[in-house]
């Protein structure tokens, strides 16, 4: 079953489940651990632990999903712009197929998509269901006291999360 989902189906699903579709949340928790990681990508094996003092974007996609593939460029985009600024971006690559468990296919994504930030290969969904996660994409953000304190399902609304990256970022930990 493809999990992603429209915006509008998003949300009422994250609503009906306590969490904000989309924008700030209003108990934010500690952010799981990257729990399960069968290869890191473009960096070598991080916690979020030691991104403390960092503000992360968690990005959960698949290279075959087309609500993914349209988020990307936006998540480059930040990564670009704020990485200098204290913005860690981390992709949750998490399959949705068996071919894309593939570290080989996913590597020919990263390339074609010309991905240059840290990304985490999810094969038995172990990170995903640690964020108790349901979509493809899906945005976390983490502020820089590790907690998750905004999200996003799907695509769209990429203004309020850019804002939300600055507002983080403009907070001193």
């Known amino acids: 079953m493809f999990l992603t989902r429209t915006a509008a189906a998003a949300a ?3 609503l009906a489940s306590g969490l904000a579709a989309a924008g700030p949340l209003k108990n934010p928790a500690a952010a799981p651990e990257f729990t399960g990681i069968e290869k890191w990508l ?3 094996p991080l916690t979020v632990q ?5 503000v992360v974007l968690v990005d959960f996609w698949t290279y075959t999903c087309i609500n993914c593939i349209n988020v990307l460029p ?5 990564y670009e712009k704020y990485k200098d600024q204290g913005l860690v971006v981390v ?3 998490t399959p949705e ?3 894309e468990r593939s570290t080989a296919n996913v590597q020919t994504a990263i390339k074609r998509f010309d991905i240059r930030y840290p990304v985490a290969q999810d094969n038995r969904y172990a990170t995903w ?9 899906a945005l976390y953000l983490i502020d820089r006291n590790g907690k998750v304190v905004y999200t996003h399902f799907g695509e769209g609304q990429y203004g309020q999360t850019e804002a939300a990256i600055q507002a983080l970022l403009a907070q001193k930990g």
């Open 97 to 99: 197929f068996p071919f």
């Open 42 to 44: 473009n960096s070598e």
């Open 74 to 78: 936006h998540v480059k985009s930040w």
């Open 50 to 54: 030691q991104l403390r003092g960092k």
């Open 91 to 93: 992709g949750v690559h």
């Open 129 to 137: 269901s640690a964020y108790r996660n349901q979509y493809w994409p």
């Open 12 to 14: 009422a699903l994250a």
